[in-house]
T-cell receptor, first 113, second 115 residues
C-alpha cells in the first residue's frame, strides 16, 4: 500500500511569494495533519483536518491556511513568505482516533531566499 | 497543555551495547505517548505507542519503551544497538484538547551508534 505522498519534494521561493504544498493520505485515512519542522527542532503542529473540516489549529499566523478535499487529500497554503518559513513541511494521515498513530510523508523542503 | 521533554541532544553508544533515549512528559490526564524515528531527508517513522495497559511496550525493529507513571517518563530502549539505528528520535504526546489529536513533539535526540 502507498504511504503518505507529498509534493513537491523541494521548493525554492523568495520573500513575499505564495506557496501551495500538497498531500495525499494513506488509503482509508480521513484525517490529515500538517507540521512544520525547522532544522534542529521537533515538528510543530499547524493544522488538522477530518472529513474536510478543520479540527485543530496550532500557533501559526493567518498567512498559513489549509483545506481538505472530498478525496481526503489536502493542501497547505502559505502567503507572504518570510525567511523564517524555511523548513521541512510534513503531512501526516491517520484514522482520527486518539489511540492511533499518525503516519508521515517524507515532507516538502521549502527554502526562502 | 501537554508536553514532552528530551533532555539529551545526542546519545552515543557502541554497536551491540544497550541503548536508552530518554523522554519525560507533562500532561493533565492520561497520556497517549509515541516514539518516532527520522532518518536524513525523510519523514517521521512510527516506532511504538503507549495508550494503556502494560508499562513495557514493544515496537518495530526491536525497540521497546517503558512507561513509568511515578517518574512521568517514557524512555525508549533497545537491548543491542545497530549502526543502522543511528538517526534522530522524537518522543511525542497527544493533545486531546481543542487541537484535535495533534501531536506535541520533543526537540529530538540524535542517536549515534559506532561500530
Amino acid at each position: 500500500d502507498a504511504g503518505v505522498t507529498q509534493s513537491p519534494t523541494h521548493l525554492i521561493k523568495t520573500r513575499g511569494q505564495h506557496v501551495t504544498l500538497r498531500c495525499s493520505p494513506i488509503s482509508g485515512h480521513k484525517s490529515v495533519s500538517w507540521y512544520q519542522q525547522v532544522l534542529g527542532q521537533g515538528p510543530q503542529f499547524i493544522f488538522q483536518y477530518y472529513e474536510k473540516e478543520e479540527r485543530g489549529r496550532g500557533n501559526f499566523p493567518d498567512r498559513f491556511s489549509a483545506r481538505q478535499f472530498p478525496n481526503y487529500s489536502s493542501e497547505l497554503n502559505v502567503n507572504a513568505l518570510l525567511l523564517g518559513d524555511s523548513a521541512l513541511y510534513l503531512c501526516a494521515s491517520s484514522s482520527y482516533r486518539g489511540d492511533q498513530p499518525q503516519h508521515f510523508g517524507d515532507g516538502t523542503r521549502l527554502s526562502i531566499l | 497543555a501537554q508536553s514532552v521533554a528530551q533532555p539529551e541532544d545526542q546519545v552515543n553508544v557502541a554497536e551491540g551495547n544497550p541503548l536508552t533515549v530518554k523522554c519525560t512528559y507533562s500532561v493533565s490526564g492520561n497520556p497517549y505517548l509515541f516514539w518516532y524515528v527520522q532518518y536524513p531527508n525523510r519523514g517521521l517513522q512510527f516506532l511504538l505507542k503507549y495508550i494503556t495497559g502494560d508499562n513495557l511496550v514493544k515496537g518495530s525493529y526491536g525497540f521497546e519503551a517503558e512507561f513509568n507513571k511515578s517518574q512521568t517518563s517514557f524512555h525508549l530502549k533497545k537491548p543491542s544497538a545497530l549502526v543502522s539505528d543511528s538517526a534522530l528520535y522524537f518522543c511525542a504526546v497527544r493533545d486531546g484538547g481543542n487541537s484535535g489529536y495533534a501531536l506535541n513533539f520533543g526537540k529530538g535526540t540524535s542517536l549515534l551508534v559506532t561500530p
